[in-house]
């Protein structure tokens, strides 16, 4: 089975713009959730998404959005980019919320690497 | 949050187990220790997660100490490939009235350096 596919895989954007990622969760998670990783630093938690409500939120600015679609993929937005949005977006999946009490694993996919110049 | 403190780095020779230690002193009842590793590029790859027995799998095993303050993580017979940076995490949960979310707060982990 396909794990958790993210793309793209690299981006370079300038200052002041908006930026896209996108993420398709393991088949049958029905939970996305979006970390961003400053290089030299572990992943910090940015949202949590379940049946397309979100369910838990960082401490990120409001530049910085998300959406979950009926197929369980998911969107992060980033407007007015900043040169310290530069980092490691990753997604993971998991069976949260699913009957399950919260002790499902997350599954990470391998990044979308952003530049910011 | 519960906060985990971990060396910053470790060496191991391959073909010896690894093991890798984790405080977590405020750690609360319900909460579960989970390991994850990152290898240069890639995503955090799941290890392993437990809650107050010691548990194992294909990968690698978890003692978790009585009191739960503690952990460790051992890789039985480490190789080259298991070169990575291992985060030993607290999950947490949280019900608001928005529903139940959960994240996983990772520090800085060890660096663990397998050599010939």
């Known amino acids: 089975d396909a794990g958790v596919t993210q793309s793209p895989t690299h981006l370079i954007k300038t200052r002041g713009q908006h930026v896209t990622l996108r993420c398709s969760p393991i088949?049958?998670?029905?939970?996305v959730s979006w970390y961003q990783q400053v290089l030299g630093q572990g992943p910090q938690f940015i949202f949590q998404?379940?049946?397309?409500?979100?369910?838990g939120r960082g401490n990120f600015p409001d530049r910085f959005s998300a959406r979950q679609f009926p197929n369980y993929s998911s969107e992060l937005n980033v407007n007015a980019l900043l040169l310290g949005d530069s980092a490691l977006y990753l997604c993971a999946s998991s069976l949260d919320g699913q009957g399950v009490s919260y002790n499902s694993p997350l599954h990470f996919g391998n990044g979308t690497r952003l530049t910011v110049t | 949050d519960a906060k985990t403190t971990q060396p910053p780095s470790m060496d191991c020779a391959e073909g010896r187990a690894a093991n890798l230690p984790c405080n977590h002193s405020t750690i609360s009842g319900n909460e579960y220790v989970y390991w994850y590793r990152q290898i240069h590029s890639q995503g955090p790859q799941y290890i392993i997660h437990g809650l107050k027995n010691n548990e194992t799998n294909e990968m690698a095993s978890l003692i978790i100490t009585e009191d739960r303050k503690s952990s460790t993580l051992i890789l039985p017979h480490a190789t080259l490939r298991d070169t990575a940076v291992y985060y030993c995490?607290?999950?947490?949960?949280?019900?608001?009235?928005?529903?139940?979310?959960?994240?996983?707060?990772f520090g800085t982990g060890t660096r663990l350096q397998v050599t010939l």
């Open positions: 995490i607290v999950r947490v949960v949280r019900t608001t009235f928005t529903g139940t979310a959960s994240k996983l707060t």
């Open positions: 998404y379940y049946e397309k409500e979100e369910r």
């Open positions: 088949s049958g998670h029905k939970s």
